[in-house]
């Protein structure tokens, strides 16, 4: 007697709440609570609105310049898919298990609410919560849109209280005078989690069965529909037994809701049919890849998708929207440009080299645009250091190292523009010179050249190919050295003057870790900046070079040839525009100027040999030779490489043969003409073929 008192009393309970809900769903409250009713209703609006809408998160497609995918950015795996574009078998399995009398309510079962309450009198307690497929997308969507997906977000999307239900009820009702039956299934089956990372049928269906969700055979939709309830635990790939045992519970509702026809005994045999069907789920779920990391090639694609998601950040795109908002976005990433720089860096530096970087990026010239072509690197892009890989990225963001006597190019430029020599005019190279004009703790500067020639006089462009120290010293006094350090900004070293500080790490917003590197070079009258040993970025070098042969224009070297949203819109970025930095005549006689660097007695001109086209070059080495680099191009790319230390501790890269560090007892190491020449030479081989050569445009006469 107690017992069924008990179930009495609460089903009486449960046929008042299911009166109540009816009331509040029906009717809004008056008095005092009027106000109160009237913002929840704004509230219900709002979102019914949204759901109407059904903006779900979508998967962004990275492609390379021809349109290959070679990277995917989500939250959520979803392929979206129209209601032709599923199976019967699957609406009818999802039906039956989840919302048998679809077709007859309008948002909310009352009949199943009063079953509910039936059930819960007779078995004493609540076994069924009588949740329609509206009311679950209602509480899919506010969990796994709305919320991101968080596990904040699903607790309170799921929370067992009345309030909870209340408002589940009112915008399923609200819903259903806005959607037909039919999009509000196609909406559910889009958004629901079947486990596995995957939401949505259309990406269940391909990765647990390799398929399409037009062809979603009964044992396979059944399988899914399953999923739905419990997709962590039903895991068909981790433990089939209990999957299968849903899928057949599925099957069953299926027979009874006679999705296999009226006659029982036709139904019951297919059925029978259906459950004995082995599972079919592939041994590789075909989960699509996500992130930088594991996409397409990504030991080889990384460090461009990583430039990229940095890149589309600072242009103002957030992070969220990236990995949500469904984008196509086709980059200027060329495949066969990157695979040839990977080769040729590893090629120099094998990947599992200890604490040897080899790094190179390739930037296309031109006066409305500098594509990035490749960027690349010794090291595999990825997490695993011992097997070689990385995930710094190594050709773009600014390296803690030096380019070397690169900068004398910028020594060279503003001397240029000063009026203080011309390319064809001798200046002074002494094999030692001591500054009066810069100091070293102190003391005079003095500085010597690499080797000692019998010349003590040479033309600025022979000094651009042979690289004497003393002479840009002296030429750097007569330009003036913040003259030299802003020139360096003006030709492309944007990030590395301006976004670091002197140890190279990026410039809070606060100021509290700077000034940048260009400031601090200028405050401290460091004359040695034409040498090349501050932090730089080998991208930002490779713009430098873009911007010579693109007659002085410097333009951002941007990743990004075209995005679109989801609905195929192109979308704009805020990207830095073009600029004329110096005069086309200028960039034009310093090219050729920098021509020399490949001829016979030029630094260059020993891993140049098979490269006959005419171009620009400069290799650079700093004075500890932590670190080497090249930096060339022809009026097609351009392009930079730098080698170095890239472990905790940085020491002397010897040997070109094998690049290995040497410690730091003073001894000489590696030069800007071995392993960093030869790696851009070998990629421009194969990046340049079938191209034709191009003539470098003509000096000016003024810069002479």
Same mark, same amino acid.
């Given at each position: 007697?107690?017992?069924?008192?008990?179930?009495?009393?609460?089903?009486?309970?449960?046929?008042?709440?299911?009166?109540?809900?009816?009331?509040?769903?029906?009717?809004?409250?008056?008095?005092?609570?009027?106000?109160?009713?009237?913002?929840?209703?704004?509230?219900?609006?709002?979102?019914?609105?949204?759901?109407?809408?059904?903006?779900?998160?979508?998967?962004?497609?990275?492609?390379?310049?021809?349109?290959?995918?070679?990277?995917?950015?989500?939250?959520?795996?979803?392929?979206?898919?129209?209601?032709?574009?599923?199976?019967?078998?699957?609406?009818?399995?999802?039906?039956?298990?989840?919302?048998?009398?679809?077709?007859?309510?309008?948002?909310?079962?009352?009949?199943?609410?009063?079953?509910?309450?039936?059930?819960?009198?007779?078995?004493?307690?609540?076994?069924?919560?009588?949740?329609?497929?509206?009311?679950?997308?209602?509480?899919?969507?506010?969990?796994?849109?709305?919320?991101?997906?968080?596990?904040?977000?699903?607790?309170?999307?799921?929370?067992?209280?009345?309030?909870?239900?209340?408002?589940?009820?009112?915008?399923?009702?609200?819903?259903?005078?806005?959607?037909?039956?039919?999009?509000?299934?196609?909406?559910?089956?889009?958004?629901?989690?079947?486990?596995?990372?995957?939401?949505?049928?259309?990406? /269940? =269906? *391909?990765?647990?069965?390799?398929?399409?969700?037009? +062809?979603? &055979?009964?044992?396979? $939709?059944?399988?899914? %529909?399953?999923?739905?309830?419990?997709?962590?635990?039903?895991?068909?790939?981790?433990?089939?037994?209990?999957?299968?045992?849903?899928?057949?519970?599925?099957?069953?509702?299926?027979?009874?809701?006679?999705?296999?026809?009226?006659?029982?005994?036709?139904?019951?045999?297919?059925?029978?049919?259906?459950?004995?069907?082995?599972?079919?789920?592939?041994?590789?779920?075909?989960?699509?890849?996500?992130?930088?990391?594991?996409?397409?090639?990504?030991?080889?694609?990384?460090?461009?998708?990583?430039?990229?998601?940095?890149?589309?950040?600072?242009?103002?795109?957030?992070?969220?929207?990236?990995?949500?908002?469904?984008?196509?976005?086709?980059?200027?990433?060329?495949?066969?440009?990157?695979? /040839? =720089? *990977?080769?040729?860096?590893?090629?120099?530096?094998? +990947?599992? &080299?200890?604490?040897? $970087?080899?790094?190179? %990026?390739?930037?296309?010239?031109?006066?409305?645009?500098?594509?990035?072509?490749?960027?690349?690197?010794?090291?595999?892009?990825?997490?695993?250091?011992?097997?070689?890989?990385?995930?710094?990225?190594?050709?773009?963001?600014?390296?803690?190292?030096?380019?070397?006597?690169?900068?004398?190019?910028?020594?060279?430029?503003?001397?240029?523009?000063?009026?203080?020599?011309?390319?064809?005019?001798?200046?002074?190279?002494?094999?030692?010179?001591?500054?009066?004009?810069?100091?070293?703790?102190?003391?005079?500067?003095?500085?010597?050249?690499?080797?000692?020639?019998?010349?003590?006089?040479?033309?600025?462009?022979?000094?651009?190919?042979?690289?004497?120290?003393?002479?840009?010293?002296?030429?750097?006094? *007569?330009?003036?050295?913040?003259?030299?350090?802003?020139?360096?900004?003006?030709?492309?070293?944007?990030?590395?003057?301006?976004?670091?500080?002197?140890?190279?790490?990026?410039?809070?917003?606060?100021?509290?870790?700077?000034?940048?590197?260009?400031?601090?070079?200028?405050?401290?009258?460091?004359?040695?900046?034409?040498?090349?040993?501050?932090?730089?970025?080998?991208?930002?070098?490779?713009?430098?070079?873009?911007?010579?042969?693109?007659?002085?224009?410097?333009?951002?070297?941007?990743?990004?040839?075209?995005?679109?949203?989801?609905?195929?819109?192109?979308?704009?970025?805020?990207?830095?525009?073009?600029?004329?930095?110096?005069?086309?005549?200028?960039?034009?006689?310093?090219?050729?100027?920098?021509?020399?660097?490949?001829?016979?007695?030029?630094?260059?001109?020993?891993?140049?040999?098979?490269?006959?086209?005419?171009?620009?070059?400069?290799?650079?080495?700093?004075?500890?030779?932590?670190?080497?680099?090249?930096?060339?191009?022809?009026?097609?790319?351009?392009?930079?490489?730098?080698?170095?230390?890239?472990?905790?501790?940085?020491?002397?890269?010897?040997?070109?043969?094998?690049?290995?560090?040497?410690?730091?007892?003073?001894?000489?190491?590696?030069?800007?003409?071995?392993?960093?020449?030869?790696?851009?030479?070998?990629?421009?081989?194969?990046?340049?073929?079938?191209?034709?050569?191009?003539?470098?445009?003509?000096?000016?006469?003024?810069?002479?």
């Amino acid at each position: 007697m107690f017992a069924r008192a008990t179930g009495l009393v609460k089903l009486v309970g449960l046929c008042l709440a299911a009166g109540v809900l009816l009331a509040a769903v029906m009717f809004p409250v008056v008095g005092g609570l009027g106000l109160a009713s009237n913002r929840a209703a704004d509230t219900v609006d709002q979102t019914s609105g949204e759901l109407a809408k059904g903006e779900l998160p979508l998967v962004t497609t990275v492609q390379d310049m021809n349109g290959a995918p070679i990277a995917y950015l989500y939250d959520q795996y979803r392929i979206p898919v129209q209601y032709e574009q599923i199976a019967d078998t699957m609406k009818a399995a999802i039906i039956a298990i989840e919302d048998k009398r679809f077709f007859l309510h309008k948002g909310v079962d009352w009949q199943g609410i009063a079953r509910a309450a039936a059930k819960a009198g007779a078995d004493g307690e609540v076994s069924q919560g009588a949740s329609t497929l509206t009311q679950q997308y209602v509480k899919n969507y506010l969990a796994f849109v709305l919320g991101g997906g968080s596990n904040e977000a699903y607790e309170k999307a799921t929370e067992a209280t009345a309030g909870r239900k209340l408002r589940e009820a009112r915008v399923a009702l609200q819903l259903e005078q806005v959607m037909t039956k039919e999009e509000i299934l196609t909406a559910y089956l889009n958004i629901v989690p079947f486990g596995n990372g995957t939401y949505g049928v259309g990406a /269940a =269906a *391909k990765a647990y069965f390799g398929t399409t969700p037009d +062809k979603l &055979t009964v044992p396979q $939709a059944a399988m899914l %529909a399953g999923l739905v309830n419990q997709p962590s635990v039903l895991n068909p790939g981790r433990g089939p037994e209990a999957a299968i045992k849903r899928r057949n519970t599925v099957i069953d509702r299926m027979r009874d809701n006679e999705a296999f026809g009226a006659d029982k005994a036709v139904a019951e045999a297919k059925a029978t049919e259906y459950k004995a069907a082995e599972p079919g789920v592939v041994a590789d779920l075909q989960l699509l890849p996500n992130g930088c990391v594991g996409a397409g090639d990504g030991p080889v694609y990384g460090f461009f998708c990583q430039y990229l998601l940095d890149y589309l950040q600072k242009s103002g795109m957030k992070k969220d929207d990236l990995f949500r908002g469904g984008y196509t976005i086709k980059t200027t990433m060329d495949p066969v440009a990157t695979v /040839a =720089a *990977k080769q040729a860096a590893e090629g120099q530096v094998p +990947k599992t &080299t200890e604490g040897v $970087a080899n790094a190179m %990026a390739v930037v296309q010239p031109g006066s409305d645009k500098h594509r990035v072509r490749a960027l690349a690197a010794n090291r595999d892009f990825g997490n695993n250091a011992e097997a070689g890989q990385s995930a710094y990225s190594l050709p773009a963001e600014v390296t803690r190292f030096g380019a070397g006597s690169i900068y004398k190019v910028f020594t060279a430029a503003a001397a240029l523009e000063k009026k203080v020599t011309g390319i064809d005019r001798e200046i002074d190279v002494p094999n030692v010179y001591t500054s009066r004009v810069y100091q070293n703790g102190g003391k005079p500067y003095t500085v010597r050249n690499y080797s000692n020639g019998t010349d003590t006089k040479m033309t600025l462009t022979k000094a651009l190919a042979t690289s004497p120290n003393t002479g840009f010293i002296i030429l750097e006094e *007569k330009a003036g050295l913040d003259n030299v350090v802003d020139m360096a900004y003006r030709l492309g070293l944007r990030e590395t003057m301006q976004g670091v500080n002197e140890a190279g790490d990026p410039l809070k917003a606060d100021g509290s870790n700077g000034p940048s590197q260009g400031d601090q070079f200028k405050q401290n009258n460091s004359g040695s900046f034409t040498l090349g040993p501050g932090a730089t970025s080998v991208l930002e070098l490779s713009n430098v070079a873009a911007t010579i042969v693109s007659h002085g224009v410097w333009c951002p070297p941007t990743p990004v040839e075209q995005i679109l949203d989801r609905d195929g819109n192109p979308v704009k970025l805020n990207e830095p525009a073009c600029e004329q930095t110096v005069a086309p005549e200028l960039a034009d006689s310093l090219a050729q100027g920098m021509s020399h660097d490949t001829l016979p007695g030029g630094t260059a001109a020993g891993a140049s040999q098979g490269f006959n086209r005419p171009m620009i070059g400069k290799t650079g080495t700093t004075e500890n030779y932590w670190s080497v680099a090249f930096m060339g191009a022809t009026p097609q790319y351009a392009g930079a490489v730098m080698t170095f230390t890239d472990g905790v501790a940085p020491q002397v890269i010897c040997d070109a043969r094998s690049p290995r560090l040497c410690g730091n007892n003073g001894r000489t190491g590696l030069t800007g003409g071995e392993v960093a020449a030869p790696t851009w030479f070998n990629a421009m081989k194969v990046i340049h073929e079938g191209k034709p050569a191009d003539p470098l445009p003509p000096a000016a006469p003024q810069y002479k």
